[in-house]
């Protein structure tokens, strides 16, 4: 069974800094795009940051140079640094993987943490 667990969500001040991690089990994702999503109270889910298994990373535009997406391959981890943090970052982070790259939709959710920021 694939699972793929988040760590890392909590409280902060705005300006902030948090550290959002994501293990995946029951399969290796190293030849497979993994990604985050967030979704805030009554929004729809949203890309926030995705990264292809070679390093290639993307972002969306209101957490570009804020965010940095990376992942160890090794380890089956991806990760999510984010920096500089507003409140309207607030919301539930989702990690997310492909089954296969050559399809749009991530097949694999985790669970997702809670990122509240206070201004």
């Known amino acids: 069974q694939v699972q793929l667990v988040e760590s890392g969500g909590g409280w902060v001040q705005a300006g902030g800094s948090l550290r959002l991690s994501c293990a995946a089990s029951g399969r290796t994702f190293n030849r497979n795009t993994m990604g985050w999503f967030r979704q805030a109270p009554e929004k729809e889910r949203e890309f926030v940051a995705g990264?292809?298994?070679?390093?290639?990373?993307s972002y969306a535009n209101s957490v570009n140079d804020r965010f940095t997406i990376s992942r160890d391959n090794a380890e089956n981890t991806v990760a999510l640094l984010m920096n500089n943090l507003k409140p309207e970052d607030t919301a539930v982070y989702y990690c997310a993987a492909k089954g296969d790259d050559d399809l749009m939709e991530y097949e694999y959710w985790g669970q997702g943490t809670q990122v509240t920021v206070s201004s």
């Open positions: 990264i292809s298994w070679h390093g290639w990373s």
